[in-house]
């Protein structure tokens, strides 16, 4: 007796996909990002706008869109910003147009921001896809920050005071990643893993930007 194949018709296609990149500040999520863009793995990278100074080594454009306070609040002002936050002295924020655009050409999207502006983005996008960052412990992260060497010795107690309030917010996320020192490719492939698995469910996720 033939059995019959089941019919494909009707099955959902995969969406584009938001996802959110946050964590500790100095878990690694710079470097997570950078090894996903190195791998080739099919993300739209948006970049973040700060008011901060540029550290050495750092691109405009690329690692931030390094910009002056006021700019800042001009684009906060004219809604150009998919989220923003006053994270350490400092502002950051998503800028909303490369987003919408790369959603709606059907590109998958990846944004880092702090944890402040998690919250922010569950709002008005909780189908986005939320990916927490951290250390494998608190001594491990202080250890990081230090070898950062970016950092005043009080800027470093007021990061490791607001990490424990940040571990508070894990409840906001769909997913963790822990960042091993060394295995820098480990956390990235459990990205693109947790990236594949989304693009595999049943019932896709849908953003509306």
Known sequence: MNKETPSLTGTPAARPLLVVLSGLSGAGKDAVLDRLKSSGFPLEFITTATTRSRRPGEKDGVDYHFVTAAEFERMRQNG????????????????????????????????????????????????????????????????????????????????????????????????????RPGEIDRAASEVKAIITAEKCRVAPREIAL
Not at 84 to 102: F, T
Not at 118 to 135: C, D, G, M, S
Request: hydrophobic share 40%; charged share 30%.
């Open 80 to 179: 150009e910003l998919l989220e923003c936050a006053r994270v350490y002295y400092h502002w950051y924020g998503v800028p909303r147009k490369p987003v919408r655009e790369a959603l709606r050409q059907g590109r998958d999207v990846i944004v880092r921001v702090d944890v402040q502006g998690v919250a922010n983005i569950k709002k008005i996008l909780p189908q986005a896809v939320f990916i927490f960052i951290t250390t494998p412990s608190m001594a491990d992260l202080a250890s990081r920050l230090r070898q950062r060497n970016t950092e005043s010795e009080q800027e470093m107690k007021v990061r490791l005071k607001a990490a424990e309030e940040e571990l508070r917010q894990l409840p906001l996320f769909d997913y963790i990643v822990v960042n």
